[in-house]
Nanobody, 121 residues
């Protein structure tokens, strides 16, 4: 069955960097748009970055623009989130999300289990 497995989270100091990875399996990765979401304690889940199926277009949450970069490798069925200049407020559980919508089948989507990112001095 479809599966998304995130990795790369951890503890980092303010100003540091982390690279998250999300390995996909069980579905046709290269026809799904991919996103990274995050959820901090007591807050709603928010979309951090998104990338189209062919990687041609990206979109970012305003607060991470210029610091985070989403990319994908369709040959490796993996999506990445490079996070630089990390701030305390970036602390959250980060989730990988895959989605595809067609007229015939509607929305087909999958979530990963999440990886914790903690920015602390």
């Amino acid at each position: 069955q479809a599966q998304l497995v995130e990795s790369g989270g951890g503890l980092v100091q303010p100003g540091g960097s982390l690279r998250l990875s999300c390995a996909a399996s069980g579905f046709t990765f290269n026809i799904y748009a991919m996103s990274w979401y995050r959820q901090a304690p007591g807050k709603e889940r928010e979309r951090v970055a998104a990338i189209t199926a062919n990687g041609g277009n990206t979109d970012y949450l305003h607060s991470v623009k210029g610091r985070f970069t989403i990319s994908r490798d369709n040959a490796e069925n993996t999506v990445y989130l490079q996070m630089n200049s990390l701030k305390f407020e970036d602390t959250a559980v980060y989730y990988c999300y895959a989605q595809k919508s067609t007229a015939s089948r509607g929305l087909e989507d999958y979530w990963g289990q999440g990886t914790q990112v903690t920015v602390s001095s």
